[in-house]
């Protein structure tokens, strides 16, 4: 065994590998109909036995952007010569170094990744091969171990306009397994870690990515994923499932301290107002597929976030809330939006409810239930300690609107004493005063509280002894 396996080594030694690049580059272009290019040297080595290979490029499609789609400095891989004989293939190690990816989809929804027709073409024809052609079995394959460092991968969807990045990609992968069996990602398992410096969608940044994860039955686990999002650490888990026709995606999220700082930078539209603060956030949600429009139809879970003794710097609340006069030139303005989005337009409105000042906040809630791209507001209220605000209804996040949403003031029972309905698209919200708080008695009902002390003092000339009856709009945690 020994003798051959030597007469082995020198035979593959003697050959210059070389000086087969162009009939590499050419095999690879018949097969996929992609561009390879080997700029750099092909090598092996002895000790420990291995192939080597430096400045591989693949050009981006026609009908793409001009460059390249695959570039890579190196990669390297040692085998173990013995089990070759045995038609085994049993691998000390691979290595990938600096490699750089662009996956792009042009505007008719083709990926410069997809199969290229000639491909397709020839497996139709080996289909019609005849019965007793019976393909290869593929050889058993153990790798031990797989080291990718420093991947950069761009994607850039023309269709729907989404644009990502993930820069400083690492990873390192274990316990490698191919069987024989024909699919190969039911035949494939693994395990490893994995970080990434940062991942970048739209205008979103995720930073310190860190996972260990394992890869079975096509199904690949993520447990425990930790990261830095808005400046606050995360701990999850992903699950991604491919054993059906589309893929089923499970994340599950836990923040003990989201910082509502650097959240409100990103999404309150407004340069007089910001958020200051630590809430927790709790986020569990199942989808299908990888398109966008597919993944908010099939959307399910839940979304709690619960924040106590925190502040909304730039306005005051409670002022807000302390004239009815004020109330009715806001409902004018719209307070719809900004409850609801946490914005506020600029100029005008916030100067007359105490700009620069700051309103601490109690506690407020965000519990959601979300059924087939339908998020369900069971209890989304916030509280002042003097006045309480909540919100009701529907979100319909796949054709973006409201759904029978109400935003309400209330008293002490839970009553509302002025609230609004706000229906449309999330862009383009409808807003009006609900009748139903427009009836003389509840009027004078509002009158009563927001001139008073919250059902303390009422104006002279009213019975404080005498209470209405009213339908509650709110029960929930924040009192």
């Known amino acids: 065994m020994t003798t051959i396996i030597v007469m082995l080594v020198i035979l593959i030694m003697s050959f210059d590998l070389n000086k087969y690049k162009?009939?590499?580059?050419?095999?690879?272009?018949?097969?996929?109909?992609?561009?390879?290019?080997?700029?750099?040297?092909?090598?092996?080595?002895?000790?420990?036995?291995?192939v080597s290979i430096n400045d591989v490029v693949v050009k981006n499609p026609k009908g793409f952007s001009d460059g390249n789609m695959f570039k890579m400095k190196r990669a390297a891989v040692s085998l173990q010569l013995a089990p070759l004989l045995s038609k085994q293939i049993k691998v000390n190690y691979v290595k990938l170094i600096d490699i750089n990816l662009l996956i792009e989809k042009n505007k008719k929804g083709i990926l410069n990744l997809s199969v290229a027709k000639k491909e397709i073409k020839q497996k139709k024809e080996i289909k019609k091969a005849p019965a007793d052609q019976k393909a290869a079995q593929l050889?058993?394959?153990?790798?031990?171990?797989?080291?990718?460092?420093?991947?950069?991968?761009?994607?850039?969807?023309?269709?729907?306009?989404?644009?990502?990045k993930i820069n400083g990609l690492n990873l390192t992968i274990n316990d490698i397994a191919l069987s024989q069996n024909k699919d190969i990602l039911k035949a494939l398992s693994l395990k490893g870690l994995l970080s990434i410096s940062s991942i970048k969608y739209d205008r979103y940044l995720i930073k310190d990515v860190s996972a260990n994860f394992k890869f079975k039955d096509k199904i690949a686990t993520i447990d425990p994923m930790k990261l830095t999002t808005f400046g606050s650490q995360a701990v999850g888990k992903l699950?991604?499932?491919?054993?059906?026709?589309?893929?089923?995606?499970?994340?599950?999220?836990?923040?003990?301290k989201f910082d509502l700082k650097e959240i409100s930078k990103e999404f309150i539209k407004s340069d007089k107002i910001s958020l200051d603060g630590y809430v927790k956030t709790d986020i569990k949600l199942s989808m299908i597929g990888t398109d966008p429009k597919l993944i908010k139809r099939t959307l399910n879970g839940s979304i709690f976030v619960d924040g106590n003794n925190f502040g909304i710097k730039g306005v005051d609340l409670n002022q807000m809330l302390q004239s009815y006069d004020k109330v009715k030139k806001l409902n004018k303005k719209n307070i719809g939006p900004f409850l609801l989005n946490a914005s506020t337009p600029k100029g005008g409105l916030v100067s007359d409810f105490g700009e620069g000042k700051t309103t601490a906040v109690k506690r407020a809630v965000i519990n959601t239930s979300i059924k087939r791209g339908v998020a369900t507001l069971k209890d989304v209220a916030l509280s002042t300690g003097k006045y309480r605000v909540a919100v009701k209804g529907k979100l319909d996040l796949y054709r973006e609107r409201f759904l029978g949403v109400r935003v309400a003031f209330l008293d002490k029972r839970g009553c509302a004493k002025i609230s609004q309905k706000v229906g449309g698209s999330f862009n383009k919200p409808k807003i009006k005063l609900d009748a139903s708080t427009l009836t003389s008695g509840a009027?004078?009902?509002?009158?009563?509280?927001?001139?008073?002390?919250?059902?303390?003092?009422m104006p002279s000339g009213s019975n404080s002894k005498k209470t209405t009856k009213c339908k509650v709009f709110y029960n929930g945690v924040v009192k």
Request: proline share 5%.
């Open 443 to 457: 009027v004078q009902g509002a009158v009563k509280s927001l001139l008073g002390s919250f059902g303390g003092l």
């Open 22 to 50: 162009p009939t590499i580059e050419k095999k690879v272009y018949e097969a996929t109909g992609k561009e390879l290019k080997i700029n750099g040297k092909i090598g092996l080595s002895l000790a420990p036995f291995g």
């Open 139 to 164: 050889p058993a394959v153990n790798v031990g171990k797989v080291l990718v460092e420093n991947v950069n991968i761009v994607y850039n969807d023309k269709q729907a306009k989404i644009k990502a």
């Open 239 to 256: 699950i991604y499932n491919m054993q059906g026709r589309k893929p089923k995606i499970y994340i599950q999220e836990y923040t003990a």
